[in-house]
């Protein structure tokens, strides 16, 4: 178990059990690509957390 390090709540469980890949794939085929394609290109390549600043850039979509 992972707890947060201020509330000690629970954040998340980790093991050793064999992952559900195929329905993992699905939930990102279906819900994730879906809501990230009706995003404009702010929300595909910029995540702004509530504390900060995260940027990613993917360098493939900058011509040479």
Same mark, same amino acid.
Request: glycine share 10%; hydrophobic share 50%.
């Given at each position: ?7 000690? &709540? ?8 064999? !992952?559900?890949?195929? /329905?993992?794939?699905?939930? +990102?085929? @279906? ?5 990230l394609?009706?995003? &404009? ?8 957390? !509530?504390r900060?600043v /995260?940027?990613?850039?993917? +360098?493939? @979509?900058?011509?040479?």
């Amino acid at each position: 178990m992972i707890e947060n390090a201020v509330t000690g &709540a629970a954040m998340a469980r980790v093991g050793n059990e064999a !992952l559900d890949v195929q /329905a993992m794939l699905a939930h +990102a085929r @279906n819900v994730g690509g879906a809501n990230l394609r009706k995003s &404009a290109f702010l929300g595909q390549h910029i995540c702004t957390p !509530l504390r900060g600043v /995260a940027v990613h850039i993917n +360098a493939f @979509n900058f011509p040479v």
